[in-house]
């Protein structure tokens, strides 16, 4: 099946949306790590990064949902995208304490922070699409499993090609460039995600949903 333009645009849009809105806490956490000032400059910078994407969202989301309300979405994004900051940072920061548990209570315990911290987004963006969308519960997986693949990458990427005595400007770069890798895998699993459910909700419309337009 051919790509749709509404569907281009948002693979593009929010990949540099969020390409740009990472790079604040890629840039942030470079520069402020191991200091008192990393853990809220981190929680802003995460913050600025779900305005950037629930901003580059919004734009391509309001011409196939009408009367999506867009500050309402970029406000939930923003607010996800600080809560997933804090599960990450509080995990990593509390490290030294869950290292010393059993191996059974660490597995259980990161793979309830991840998955929690994978479906923040999500969860949050669900809080507006559900006056919208027919299924839009399904939003939530989708964009955990697009998170999961971009984050994968991220990973797979940077750390790496992170080591001590490496200058700060290289560091950034790495983490720029690993960062817009993650932007457009999550871009286009949540974009195949979003043309699912506007088209269960064209075919199977129920009374109480807002009508969403068939964009081209």
């Known amino acids: 099946m051919p790509l749709r333009p509404w569907l281009l645009r948002w693979i593009v849009i929010v990949t540099l949306g969020e390409a740009l809105g990472f790079a604040v806490p890629a840039v942030v956490g470079?520069?402020?790590?191991?200091t008192p000032a990393f853990m809220p400059l981190i929680l802003a910078a995460g913050a600025i990064e779900g305005v950037l994407l629930g901003l580059a969202q919004s734009v391509v989301l309001a011409t196939v949902i009408p009367r999506l309300r867009r500050l309402m979405?970029?406000?939930?994004?923003?607010?996800?995208?600080?809560?997933?900051?804090?599960?990450?940072?509080?995990?990593?920061?509390?490290?030294?304490?869950?290292?010393?548990?059993?191996?059974?209570?660490?597995?259980?315990?990161?793979?309830?922070?991840?998955?929690?911290?994978?479906?923040?987004?999500g969860t949050a963006q669900w809080i507006e699409l559900r006056r919208h969308l027919r299924r839009a519960a399904w939003w939530i997986p989708g964009t955990a499993a697009a998170w999961l693949i971009g984050l994968g990458l991220f990973f797979a990427l940077a750390p790496p090609l992170w080591h001590e005595g490496q200058s700060i400007a290289i560091a950034i770069v790495i983490g720029i460039a690993a960062g817009l890798l993650m932007a457009l895998a999550m871009a286009i699993v949540t974009g195949l995600t979003l043309r699912a459910l506007l088209t269960a909700s064209r075919?199977?419309?129920?009374?109480g949903l807002e009508p969403v337009r068939d964009a081209r």
């Open 73 to 121: 979405f970029i406000i939930l994004t923003a607010a996800g995208a600080v809560l997933a900051y804090v599960l990450g940072v509080g995990l990593s920061a509390s490290s030294e304490t869950w290292l010393a548990w059993p191996l059974a209570a660490q597995i259980l315990l990161v793979a309830t922070v991840a998955g929690a911290l994978l479906a923040t987004i």
């Open 203 to 207: 075919r199977d419309h129920r009374p």
């Open 30 to 34: 470079v520069l402020t790590v191991d």
